[in-house]
Nanobody
C-alpha cells in the first residue's frame, strides 16, 4: 500500500503563494487517483482538487483559478500550487489516494491519507 507525506506548508501573507508536495512511497503514484483536501479550525474536511489516473482534474469553486494540482509520476509526487492565497485558505492540507478511477472532492472514497501540512494565511 502507498504511504503519503505532505510538505511545503507554512505561513504567508494574503496574496502570496505556496506549493505543497505529497511524496508517495511503497507503490507507484500513477496507479492511484489523488486528491487534496483541507480542514480549517472548527470545520469539516473539504475537497480542494482532485486528479485522476489519466490526469483529469477537478477543483472546488473556492479555489478555481488560484490553485493548480499536478502530478509527477517520475518523482512519485503530487503537487498543489496555491496562488493569490486568502485568509480563508488557512487550514491543514491533506493529500489522499485511492486505486479506483475516481475524480471526487468528497473525502469518503479515498483510502490512503497523509498526515497533513499546515497553511496559515494572514490578512
Amino acid at each position: 500500500q502507498v504511504q503519503l507525506v505532505e510538505s511545503g506548508g507554512g505561513s504567508v501573507q494574503a496574496g502570496g503563494s505556496l506549493r505543497l508536495s505529497c511524496a508517495a512511497s511503497g507503490d507507484t503514484l500513477s496507479s492511484y487517483s489523488m486528491g487534496w483536501f483541507r480542514q480549517g479550525p472548527g470545520k469539516e474536511r473539504e475537497g480542494v482538487a482532485s486528479i485522476g489516473r489519466n490526469g483529469g482534474v477537478t477543483y472546488a469553486d473556492a479555489v478555481k483559478g488560484r490553485f493548480a494540482v499536478s502530478r509527477d509520476n517520475s518523482r512519485n509526487t503530487l503537487y498543489l500550487q496555491m496562488n493569490s492565497l486568502k485568509a480563508e485558505d488557512t487550514a491543514t492540507y491533506y493529500c489522499a489516494a485511492d486505486r479506483r478511477w475516481i475524480w471526487s472532492l468528497q473525502p469518503a472514497p479515498y483510502t490512503y491519507w497523509g498526515q497533513g501540512t499546515q497553511v496559515t494565511v494572514s490578512s
